[in-house]
């Protein structure tokens, strides 16, 4: 299960706590997910008790818990402190992922704003060949023009870093590249989720927030939405 924005709707984020509507969600499944992979903006800022709480809650619904920082877990700018998320998840990023279905790349947006390395790009390529499927995962925009979607556009680099023409060449090594990003939904001008395709890639945004409620599921490298609202 892929969740982007869990803290949901600004106006009504509880301090320590995702969405609402996502935690309810949970209690009411019959199935235990595989794993819940973030995509940034857990909660509404960091702490490492509320981190701790979140990983353990999560830990009743799936098996393993990942996660990529937003600025709402780790501060709104590169210079930012990132030492209270990395000592909750105990993570280094680029990190690769593999499961038996697919690969997954998740990728520090925070440190390097709206961008996925040539670092991380490279580390993918010499993992290549234990599945067919590539998932990114990040917490900022990825596909080009990012602004259309993306909820806060604060410190922006200009010019915007050229993903596609660094994710393109993954095609060569994967047969399906999907990346998603979580950094949507929390305003109602701007859509929760969206699927775009540029060249062979796959980009979906998905985060909850005013409007819709909806979180991505992966079996057997297929994407789903699943409807979370009352």
Request: aromatic share 8%.
């Amino acid at each position: 299960m892929i969740i982007g924005h869990a803290d949901g709707d600004p106006r009504d984020a509880q301090q320590g706590s995702v969405d609402g509507r996502l935690a309810e969600f949970l209690k009411e499944q019959s199935v235990r997910f595989g794993d819940i992979y973030f995509t940034g903006d857990m909660l509404p800022s960091p702490s490492q008790e509320w981190f701790t709480n979140l990983k353990r809650d999560m830990s009743e619904y799936s098996g393993e818990i990942y996660a990529v920082p937003g600025n709402h877990d780790s501060g709104f700018s590169p210079n930012a402190d990132h030492s209270i998320f990395l000592q909750a998840f105990g993570m280094t990023y680029p990190a690769i992922i593999v499961k038996e279905a697919a690969t997954f790349l998740l990728v520090d947006t925070i440190e390097h704003p709206w961008a996925i390395t040539p670092e991380a790009i490279g580390r993918t390529l010499n993992n290549a060949g234990s599945t067919n499927t590539l998932f990114i995962l990040a917490n900022s925009i990825l596909r080009p023009n990012p602004t259309e979607i993306e909820n806060p556009i604060d410190g922006i680099p200009d010019p915007l870093p050229h993903n596609l023409s660094l994710i393109t060449p993954l095609r060569e090594a994967y047969a399906k590249v999907i990346v998603i990003s979580g950094n949507t939904g929390a305003f109602g001008n701007k859509p929760a989720v969206e699927r775009r395709d540029y060249q062979n890639v796959t980009f979906v945004s998905q985060g909850l927030g005013v409007n819709e409620g909806i979180i991505l599921a992966v079996r057997d490298d297929q994407q789903f939405t699943l409807p979370i609202n009352e």
